[in-house]
């Protein structure tokens, strides 16, 4: 085999996040088979990934698979620069400045349930920040905000107790 | 492995953990109330052949009279809400719509070329797609 002229040294971290954003996309894409009432309501599955992620590895790391997820999913559903990929985006970076503040949150108080729930508000603040200034500049895209917070507290609720009981269940597995 | 019961899932909230989900709790029923209250009308824009003939406001009775091309449409408005009382209009929609109370609610009365809309805070839209 020909050597490649450009040696690309992958770090344990590069392969970790690697495999943890795979488990996220992997989320996105069979929860997009998931037939949904309403566009925009949906549970958001990998987001438990992303919290396992926070969780035990920081900040950094959660970024970096959320924001991978995102982009990746969106190529693998063909929403790539459509206007679902920016919402999705948006949403994404809210919940992430959002969850920077929530981990200082002191541990003994505050698990992942405060986590999710504190991102599945910021995600649903986001998008419908984008869709007022940009996809729809008009109030109405407030009128369905009572029903996205409902969503968030749901699945915000739900998803935080997914991942509250896989960091219980597995917080000795997975060290490599 | 233990069945996942109730119990085994509130085991995971932590004391903070109840706090953040009462507030955001209390986000949504806050939303619920302030955003779906719908905007409360403040007067009735009585159109005639597409001109604004009179505009009623809402807080007190009054009746009118508008001339179309088929004869006159009859008007009365009370506290809160308005409706088409009489149009001489053959199918008499605007008519059977009865009282209109929400803000940018509309009764027409497309062939004597009358309409009445109640207004307030602002243009609303009557639809949006996307």
Redesign the interface.
């Known amino acids: 085999m020909t050597r490649s002229a450009t040696e690309l040294t992958v770090s344990r971290d590069d392969t970790r996040i690697a495999r943890l954003a795979a488990a996220a996309i992997a989320l996105t894409v069979a929860e997009a088979a998931i037939p949904l009432p309403l566009p925009g309501v949906k549970p958001g599955l990998a987001n438990i990934v992303t919290l396992i992620v926070l969780w035990r590895y920081g900040w950094r790391d959660a970024a970096w698979v959320s924001l991978l997820r995102v982009l990746a999913g969106s190529l693998l559903l063909g929403q790539f620069l459509a206007p679902g990929f920016f919402l999705s985006a948006a949403g994404s970076v809210a919940s992430l400045l959002a969850l920077g503040a929530a981990m200082h949150l002191p541990r003994h108080w505050f698990g992942p349930v405060s986590h999710s729930l504190v991102a599945a508000f910021a995600h649903i603040c986001g998008q419908l920040a984008v869709a007022r200034l940009w996809l729809v500049p008009h109030d109405g895209v407030f009128y369905l905000a009572p029903v996205f917070f409902s969503a968030a507290l749901v699945f915000g609720l739900s998803n935080g107790l997914i991942a509250a009981h896989l960091l219980a269940d597995r917080s000795h597995a997975d060290r490599r | 492995m233990a069945r996942?019961r109730l119990t085994t899932?509130l085991r995971?909230?932590?004391?903070?953990?109840l706090f953040?989900?009462a507030a955001?709790?209390a986000?949504?029923v806050a939303?619920?109330v302030l955003?779906?209250r719908g905007e409360q009308p403040d007067r009735a824009i009585v159109r005639a052949g597409g001109q604004i003939v009179a505009e009623l406001p809402l807080d007190r009775a009054a009746e009118l009279t508008v001339d179309g091309p088929l004869g006159q449409t009859r008007i009365e408005v009370e506290p809160r809400r308005a409706r088409v009382v009489a149009d001489p209009g053959p199918r008499q929609y605007c008519v059977r719509q009865g009282w209109i109370s929400r803000g940018g609610a509309v009764a027409i009365c497309a062939p004597n070329q009358v309409s009445l809309s109640l207004n307030g805070g602002g243009n609303?839209?009557d639809s949006?797609s996307?």
Do not use: Q
């Not at chain 2, 995971?12 to 953990?17: E, I, N, S």
């Open positions: 996942a899932w995971y909230l932590r004391a903070g953990d953040v989900l955001a709790a986000a949504c939303s619920f955003l779906w609303s839209h949006l996307y």
